[in-house]
């Protein structure tokens, strides 16, 4: 059986996935590579905070403008 993710590491490069598959050799890194998600994990929820963080922004700026205009 033959996973969708063997195709693409193929498709990336066939020496790599014959290393690994058929040599049985792991790439060196493993640990940077992991730190490297971590971070790009930790990256994508600041991201998606930001979004909530604009928004109650907009929020308190539409109801400052609201108590400006009764006079408030």
């Known amino acids: 059986m033959i996973r969708a993710s063997e195709v693409g590491e193929y498709v990336y490069c066939a020496?790599?996935?014959?290393?690994?598959?058929?040599?049985?050799?792991?790439p060196e890194?493993?640990?940077?590579?992991?730190l490297g998600?971590?971070?790009h994990a930790a990256?994508?929820?600041l991201v998606a905070m930001?979004?909530?963080?604009?928004?109650a922004g907009l929020a308190l700026?539409?109801?400052g403008l609201?108590?400006?205009?009764?006079?408030?």
């Open 29 to 34: 890194g493993q640990a940077r590579r992991a």
């Open 66 to 72: 609201l108590l400006v205009a009764a006079g408030v």
């Open 37 to 39: 998600s971590a971070r």
């Open 15 to 26: 020496r790599a996935w014959w290393l690994r598959r058929v040599a049985g050799l792991e």
């Open 43 to 45: 990256h994508g929820r």
């Open 61 to 63: 700026l539409a109801g």
């Open 50 to 55: 930001s979004g909530v963080v604009l928004w």
